[in-house]
């Protein structure tokens, strides 16, 4: 009863902030916000601003806020290099607050439903290679941030390897996209275009790294 009880918690803080986020789209809040005005602030506030910007981006999953915009707007105001120091500070702190959510609210209610043979395979396999498969998904820009948090968190992947496979994962993301949201300060120079080739050599990572994959996996049925 007290695991189904957790579940049903979970899946109604799930239902609130999803609620949470449309009233705000639908009253116009997002519209009224003004952005030059906040930017100014943050950067006025120095280190503190800093600080701000780490706690919203802790808090961000409990209201399913995307991830991307808020990097970009980080590498904005802070510039590339702060920028990428307070998004890793806060997308890590982030993450480990969604791990524990789950993991002590939904773990053993998933268990429950985890009857289906290829989910307990990999299952054990997160447990097991639980690091590479946490590295292997946050550098990868398909896989979604908070998804990977919460899934983890459901999974047999122990913490510590969940930890170290996030902070160092999240590290070529944050500074690939820090230095393209600090380039928007001035869209058109030099400097905006070579964050922007670096912003399509970060996304075709995924593709390169399937075409290569298919590749081998062709040469083994080949050999065979």
């Known amino acids: 009863m007290a695991r189904s009880k957790s579940l049903w918690l979970l899946l109604l803080w799930f239902i609130i902030a999803v609620a949470g986020l449309l009233v705000l789209k639908w009253t116009g809040v997002w519209e009224r916000l003004d952005m030059d005005w906040m930017t100014e602030w943050l950067r006025d506030l120095g280190p503190l601003g800093g600080l701000l910007y780490i706690i919203v981006y802790t808090l961000r999953p409990l209201v399913l806020f995307p991830a991307t915009p808020l990097t970009l707007y980080g590498g904005y105001v802070f510039g590339a290099f702060w920028g990428t120091i307070y998004d890793i500070i ?79 994962g999240i590290i070529p993301g944050a500074v690939v996209y820090n230095v393209f949201g600090a380039s928007l300060q001035d869209i058109g120079s030099g400097k905006f275009y070579a964050a922007v080739g670096m912003y399509i050599v970060f996304a075709l990572i995924p593709l390169l790294l399937k075409k290569t994959q298919a590749l081998r996996t062709r040469d083994r049925e080949n050999r065979t």
Do not use: C, H
């Open 90 to 168: 806060g997308a890590g702190a982030g993450a480990m607050l969604s791990f524990y959510i789950t993991r002590k609210w939904g773990r053993n209610s998933f268990q429950r439903i985890l009857r289906n043979k290829k989910l307990q395979s990999f299952d054990q396999k997160a447990e097991e290679k639980g690091f590479m498969v946490v590295l292997y998904m946050r550098l990868m820009p398909f896989f979604p941030f908070d998804g990977v948090s919460y899934g983890a968190g459901l999974s047999k992947i122990r913490f510590w390897d969940y930890t170290w496979g996030t902070l160092i």
